[in-house]
C-alpha cells in the first residue's frame, strides 16, 4: 500500500496522510479486492483539503491488485 501510494503522487500536504493510509490498509485487510463502492464507503469519514480522493482511490486499487 505504501509503495503504491509514493508511486501514483498520493501525498501532498500530509496533514490526512496517517488517517487515509491506516484506513485504506484496514479496508484491504478486510477485503482483499474492493470495488469502488467499497473504496469509497469505506474512506468517506477521511477528508482531504488537497482533493487528491481520486489519486486515493486509485492506489488501494493497485494495492489490492484491482484493475478495474
Do not use: F, H
Amino acid at each position: 500500500l505504501q509503495k503504491a501510494w509514493v508511486e501514483l503522487g498520493v501525498p501532498q500536504c500530509g496533514y490526512c496522510q496517517p488517517g487515509q493510509i491506516m484506513q485504506a490498509a484496514s479496508l484491504i485487510k478486510t477485503n482483499k479486492k474492493p470495488s469502488s463502492d467499497d473504496i469509497d464507503q469505506a474512506m468517506s469519514g477521511n477528508l482531504c483539503r488537497c482533493g487528491t480522493y481520486t489519486r486515493i482511490k486509485d492506489a488501494i486499487k493497485k494495492a489490492a491488485g484491482v484493475t478495474a
